[in-house]
């Protein structure tokens, strides 16, 4: 079994809807969790992090874990053609530099005007 | 304030032959990370430079690679010699707090092609 599961996609939307991208874990220990955005050859760009279990919202981003299910997602409001990206879930055990982040697949979004 | 930059972007080499990809991390980030993505799996780690010192080497596949960082400022990852299944993107990240929340930026990687 994958320390981390990600629906791969593609995810295909129309402009204004709301999203819901989500990942699951099998180590426990985790405790750190983030969304990656990526757009078309780029690098891995932070959206957000949440530091053990409960949800973060930042504009029309929601991100949600549930420690006891190991289940996280990210849910995106009114979700604009420039949205559209691969969104790569990652999670870590610690929030030092030492400790090793671990990142699901990914899973390519595309909003449709 | 410049970003993570490496170079080249794009490499096809045979196999057989040695590459070697660069990093240079936003200045001041005592932490690098070098990280490989092959098609349709996950972005993984490789290893972890704190200034010029390995931190943590666990993730690299095997003694084919070798990764430097002189002088705590850019980093090289060196492939010698290259087999086709070392194809992937190769992206660097580093970050600066040692403690605390802490943010990796990474670089828009290298795409490496064996034949």
């Known amino acids: 079994q994958k320390e981390v599961e990600q629906d791969p996609g593609p995810l295909s939307v129309p402009e204004g809807a709301i999203v819901s991208l989500n990942c699951t874990y099998s180590n426990s220990a985790f405790q750190y969790f983030m969304w990656y955005r990526q757009y078309s050859r780029k690098g891995p760009e932070l959206l957000m992090y949440?530091?053990?279990?409960g949800n973060k919202e930042d504009g029309r981003f929601t991100a949600q874990v549930d420690k006891s299910s190991k289940y996280i997602s990210l849910f995106i409001r009114d979700s604009q053609p420039s949205d559209s990206a691969t969104y790569l879930c990652a999670m870590s055990a610690g929030v030092t530099s030492y400790d090793k982040v671990i990142f699901g697949p990914g899973t390519s979004l595309s909003v449709i005007p | 304030e410049a970003g993570v930059t490496q170079f080249p972007s794009h490499s096809v080499i045979e196999k057989g032959q040695t590459v070697t990809l660069r990093c240079d991390p936003i200045?001041?980030?005592?932490?690098l990370y070098w990280y490989r993505r092959v098609m349709g799996k996950e972005i993984k780690f490789l290893l972890h430079f704190v200034k010029e010192s390995k931190q943590d080497e666990s993730g690299m596949p095997n003694n084919r690679f070798l990764a430097e960082r002189t002088g705590g400022t850019y980093s090289t990852l060196k492939v010698q010699p290259a087999e086709l299944e070392d194809s992937g993107v190769y992206f660097c990240a580093s970050s600066v707090r040692t403690s605390g929340i802490f943010e990796q930026f990474f670089g828009p990687g290298t795409r490496l092609t064996v034949l």
């Open positions: 949440t530091y053990s279990s």
């Open positions: 200045s001041g980030h005592d932490n």
